[in-house]
């Protein structure tokens, strides 16, 4: 199997990590009343039910991207900022940082695998070792802006107790039989604070307050089939 190698900087460490697959998973709201309410939320705009929740969803894996900068073809995508671990050669070596799960939302009204696939999925060129904020895990921060109309606009902004814990997380990965090695996980998003925003630009924090430290990413969102 072909992989790719991932440059992450860790404690100021410059590390390039295997990886062998990309997942995302999808629909992993903690609370279950909500995460429904969501879809048919999304139902209601063409958005088919998942056969199961959570869902866990392949990509490619030279969707990752922090280049900081994306092109896309439409108007209609949008990114969401996410917990991404990021698992190394041994079950000790995990790594936990920001990322943004780019999709085709008009595409997703139709098949929501291929809306994740036809996107990049920026993530940040930093990480934290997950060792140093387990014990904090509900309490780190997910919060992302979007570029639009001349100004960035608050998009995101809530704990990541709005998220499945990370032993469900890894409950499921188990599950579905996912090897917890050279893997990169999308692992869940917080809600979005006004539906959703297609602007020309995306940006997104990790935040731990605890630590007094943050993770950052941001990037342009070019159209292909722009005429400007």
């Known amino acids: 199997m072909n992989s790719i190698l991932l440059p992450l900087t860790v404690n100021n460490v410059e590390k390039e990590i295997k990886v062998n697959h990309v997942y995302c998973i999808g629909y992993a709201g903690r609370n279950i009343e909500k995460t429904m309410e969501h879809i048919?939320?999304?139902?209601?705009?063409?958005?088919?039910?998942?056969?199961?929740?959570?869902?866990?969803?392949?990509?490619?894996?030279?969707?990752?991207?922090?280049?900081?900068?994306?092109?896309?073809?439409?108007?209609?995508?949008?990114?969401?900022?996410?917990?991404?671990?990021?698992?190394?050669?041994?079950?000790?070596?995990?790594?936990?940082?920001?990322?943004?799960?780019?999709?085709?939302?008009?595409?997703?009204?139709?098949?929501?695998?291929?809306?994740?696939q036809i996107c990049d999925k920026p993530i940040a060129r930093e990480a934290w070792n997950l060792n140093h904020v387990i014990d904090h895990w509900d309490d780190l921060i997910l919060t992302s802006q979007v570029y639009l109309n001349g100004e960035w606009q608050n998009y995101q902004e809530a704990k990541?107790?709005?998220?499945?814990?990370?032993?469900?997380?890894?409950?499921?990965?188990?599950?579905?039989?996912?090897?917890?090695?050279?893997?990169?996980?999308?692992?869940?998003?917080?809600?979005?604070?006004?539906?959703?925003?297609?602007?020309?630009?995306?940006?997104?924090?990790?935040?731990d307050k605890v630590r007094s430290t943050e993770l950052h990413a941001e990037y342009a969102i070019t159209r292909l089939d722009s005429e400007e």
């Open 160 to 207: 990541i107790n709005e998220i499945i814990p990370l032993n469900e997380i890894k409950g499921f990965l188990n599950k579905k039989d996912v090897s917890f090695k050279n893997i990169v996980v999308f692992s869940g998003t917080v809600p979005l604070l006004e539906g959703f925003k297609y602007g020309s630009k995306f940006k997104m924090s990790f935040i």
């Open 40 to 116: 048919i939320e999304l139902e209601k705009i063409g958005v088919p039910r998942p056969a199961e929740v959570p869902t866990l969803y392949p990509v490619r894996r030279n969707s990752l991207s922090q280049t900081e900068e994306i092109e896309v073809l439409g108007d209609k995508t949008s990114g969401e900022a996410e917990i991404v671990l990021v698992f190394g050669d041994t079950e000790d070596e995990v790594y936990i940082t920001v990322g943004s799960d780019h999709t085709d939302r008009s595409l997703e009204t139709i098949d929501i695998n291929q809306s994740k």
